[in-house]
């Protein structure tokens, strides 16, 4: 930091930023957790644009403010196709899961949870594929939820050359607050809050920079990196799939898609993509920018950038006024703090709802669940704070971990599921373990040189997302469906064709 008034000034504004978060939590606590289905889904009431930006915020998590522009800072234009991919990614799953998804889960035993839809909408007796997707779920979040501790680690190390560690429990415990206290509601309105936040940011950073270097930015970074304005420059026909299937994620992240089965109606969902979508390109535009702009105002004041995934950190320590430079890092924290608080919910959920209930307490009351929720959203996160103890993880290695399990895991049968009324347990079953497996074997370091399959050769999310739509298939075709599993879909589809 540049002197004890910048970093006062920046504290005063994170002060402010708490508050208001655990303000929202005290409000929400207030509004709807008496039972379950309020504590973890908000009771199916929110508003298009409360759950858009939401899904929004919960998506994008610490990688857009640090990931994103730090490979931008090395690669140039050529870091888009992850954006461009996403972008597609997401308006894709807006057209085909996010209508179906908010009619079926409610048709289907008002499902409020993704394995419980499953095993609902399956005649899953066993409870084999409830028990395999939740411990999916809890796995690859833990994982996921590890990459925002070691985001905010990095803010506070960075920001005011605090500890590492004690950067993972500041964020840790601001999250677990809110979220322990109001639940999916107050997760929901702290992520709209922060999504407007993140927003106003991502473009605020970039265009002041642009405009204090005053013209010549491409000229400056195509000095420092020749190929920086090339689009397919240092990339190959494999490294650009490998990129552009980060979209093929969105179809199977539980984070997002519960936010399809809160919207308060499918008659909403136009207007929730079309605010979704628009907040989602701008913001990817404004990270790609920050690390490009970033590139170029570094070189030409000298600016010693040892960890390029800061760079949007340190722009705003350099160019803006103490106040203003807290409230950018209140952006950062906004979008580490909603994907953890999404993340650890969804956790919550599994661990009270499929398997708490399932197999401990069928009879449990709706004050025992919600306590349930509550400890289990502690445990998950201190197993998060546990894995984030090492300051070397990429934030985007991690992400891309996690994103690739969930998104070659539960894509293929989230789509099929809402579309074809032949689908089988035992094909959801093989879908859900095959593109699991794979991805856990794509990301261990069993090459020959040490490295992983995803990064040496292919991202593990299009080997993992296509073997798991192939054994889906395969084996539905090879079993038959049970009646009550068809009955169930087509009750879906009547009451959805009804709402539209």
């Known amino acids: 930091m540049q002197g004890a008034g910048v970093e006062t000034g920046a504290i005063i504004s994170l002060a402010i930023y708490f508050a208001a978060m655990l303000a929202i939590g005290v409000y929400a606590w207030r509004q709807s957790t008496a039972d379950v289905s309020g504590y973890l889904l ?41 954006a461009i991919g996403l972008f597609a990614g997401a308006l894709a799953n807006y057209l085909i899961v996010a209508p179906r998804l908010r009619v079926h889960t409610e048709e289907t035993g008002d ?50 050359g605090a500890d590492y560690t004690l950067g993972l429990w500041i964020t840790a415990g601001a999250v677990l607050i809110y979220t322990l206290i109001g639940g999916f509601l107050a997760v929901s309105l702290t992520d709209f809050v922060q999504g407007i ?29 020749p190929t920086a304005m090339d689009l397919f420059a240092g990339t190959t026909a494999l490294g650009i799939v490998s990129s552009l299937a980060w979209g093929l994620g969105y179809f199977g992240q539980p984070h997002i898609i519960t936010r399809f089965m809160a919207v308060r109606s499918v008659k909403d969902v136009p207007t929730m993509r079309n605010i979704g979508m628009s907040w989602m390109g701008i913001s ?13 105002y570094a070189n030409r004041n000298g600016m010693p950038v040892n960890d390029p995934e800061t760079i949007f950190i340190l722009l705003g320590q350099i160019l803006f006024h103490p106040l203003i430079t807290g409230f950018l890092y209140a952006a950062l924290l906004a979008a580490i703090m909603s994907t953890i608080s999404s993340q650890l919910l969804v956790s919550s959920s599994s661990l009270t709802e499929d398997f708490y209930r399932v197999f401990l307490r069928r009879e449990a009351s709706q004050r025992e669940l919600v306590t349930v929720g509550r400890a289990s959203v502690l445990a998950v996160s201190l197993a998060a704070i546990a894995l984030a103890y090492s300051p070397d993880n990429t934030i985007l290695g991690l992400v891309g971990d996690a994103w690739a399990g969930f998104g070659a895991a539960f894509g293929p049968l989230v789509i099929l599921s809402l579309t ?19 991805v856990i074997l794509c990301i261990l370091p069993l090459m020959p040189d040490g490295r992983s399959f995803s990064e ?14 192939a054994s889906t298939i395969l084996i539905s075709l090879a079993t038959r469906p049970s009646p009550a599993a068809v009955e169930r879909f ?11």
């Open 456 to 469: 040496a050769v292919l991202y593990a999310m299009v080997p993992g997302f296509f073997l798991s739509f």
């Open 111 to 160: 499902a409020i949870t993704i394995p419980a839809y499953f095993s609902q909408r399956l005649d899953d007796r066993s409870h084999a594929l409830r028990i395999v997707s939740a411990l999916v779920i809890i796995v690859f979040f833990t994982l996921y939820t590890s990459s925002g501790m070691v985001a905010g680690g990095k803010l506070f190390e960075t920001a005011f």
């Open 42 to 82: 908000g009771g199916r009431r929110l508003s298009p644009s409360v759950a858009a930006l939401s899904a929004g915020a919960a998506d994008m998590s610490g990688w857009l403010i640090m990931g994103l522009p730090g490979a931008a800072y090395l690669a140039g234009l050529s870091a888009s196709w992850i």
């Open 284 to 296: 990817l535009i404004g990270a790609l920018a920050t690390g490009f702009v970033g590139l170029a």
């Open 490 to 500: 087509d009750e879906g589809e009547a009451a959805l064709a009804a709402a539209r």
């Open 197 to 225: 936040i993140m927003f106003v940011a991502l473009v605020m950073v970039p265009l002041v920079a642009f405009l204090a270097l005053d013209g010549g930015v491409a000229a400056t970074v195509t000095s420092v990196n």
């Open 420 to 438: 074809w009324r032949r689908l089988t347990l035992a094909g959801a079953l093989a879908g859900v373990v095959v593109g699991a497996g794979t």
